[in-house]
C-alpha cells in the first residue's frame, strides 16, 4: 500500500477543493464520506442488516436506503444511532482499506471530517493535513454552498471538533482564508513534498 495521507478539516473548510487538486495531479482520493455511501449500497449485506432492523419503510421504493429517514431516526436516538455505527464503522473501514490498497498512485490521500475522530481512520494516515479558515468564513463558504441556514450550520459545526483542537493535531496545516486560486501553488508544494517522501520511504 502506498504512503497515506490523511486530509481533514470542518465543514466548508475547503477538503474538497484540495482534494480535487491532489486528484487533478493525478493521486488517488479516497474519500471516507464516499466510502460510507458504498457500504449501504443496494446489494451490500448492511443495507440487509438495516432493512431488517428499522423495518422495510427504511427503503425507497427503488431498494435503495432512505437516508434522511434513518438520519432523522438516528439523531432522534442515541441506542440507534450506535447500534448503526456499530454495524457501518467497520465496513467503512474495510472499504477505505481496500480503495487504498488499490491505489496505484505514489501517495495517496484519505479525505475525511472524522479524521482525528476514528482511531482506525487516523492510524492509517502518515501525515495528518488540516485544512483550515475561520470560523465565520466556514460558516459563510457552507450557506453559500449548500441550502441550509445558519442555525443549521453552527450545529454541524458544533457537533464537530473545535478548531482550536484540529488544529493542535495537525502535523500540515493548510490556510484556505485566501482565494480559490492560492490553493493551486499550495497544493503543487505539498504535492512535492510528499513524493519526495514516498520516494525516500521506498529506499
Ligand atoms: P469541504 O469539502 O471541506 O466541506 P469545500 O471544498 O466544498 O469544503 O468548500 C466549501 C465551499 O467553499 C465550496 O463551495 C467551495 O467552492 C468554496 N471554497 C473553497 N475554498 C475556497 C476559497 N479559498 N475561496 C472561496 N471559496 C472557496
Do not use: C
Not at 77 to 88: F, I, K, V
Not at 179 to 198: G, T, Y
Request: hydrophobic share 45%; charged share 25%; proline share 4%.
Amino acid at each position: 500500500m502506498s504512503m497515506t495521507i490523511g486530509i481533514t478539516g470542518g465543514i466548508g473548510s475547503g477538503k474538497s477543493a484540495v482534494t480535487d487538486r491532489f486528484a487533478s495531479l493525478g493521486i488517488t482520493v479516497v474519500d471516507a464520506d464516499l466510502a460510507a455511501r458504498v457500504v449501504v449500497e443496494p446489494g451490500r449485506p448492511a443495507l440487509q442488516a438495516i432493512a431488517e432492523h428499522f423495518g422495510a419503510d427504511i427503503l425507497q421504493a427503488d431498494g435503495s436506503l432512505d437516508r434522511a429517514a434513518l438520519r432523522r431516526i438516528v439523531f432522534a436516538d442515541p441506542a440507534q444511532r450506535e447500534w448503526l455505527e456499530q454495524l457501518t464503522h467497520p465496513l467503512i473501514g474495510e472499504e477505505i482499506r481496500a480503495q487504498l490498497a488499490a491505489s496505484r498512485s505514489p501517495y495517496a490521500i484519505l479525505s475525511s471530517p472524522l479524521l482525528l475522530e476514528s482511531s482506525s481512520q487516523r492510524e492509517l494516515a502518515e501525515l495528518v493535513v488540516v485544512v483550515d479558515v475561520p470560523e465565520e468564513v466556514q460558516l459563510a463558504r457552507t450557506m453559500d454552498r449548500d441550502a441550509n441556514d445558519e442555525a443549521q450550520v453552527r450545529r454541524i459545526m458544533a457537533a464537530q471538533l473545535p478548531r482550536e483542537e484540529r488544529l493542535a493535531l495537525a502535523d500540515i496545516v493548510v490556510d484556505n482564508s485566501g482565494p480559490l486560486e492560492a490553493l493551486d501553488d499550495i497544493v503543487a508544494e505539498l504535492h512535492k513534498e510528499f513524493l519526495h517522501r514516498a520516494e525516500e520511504q521506498r529506499l
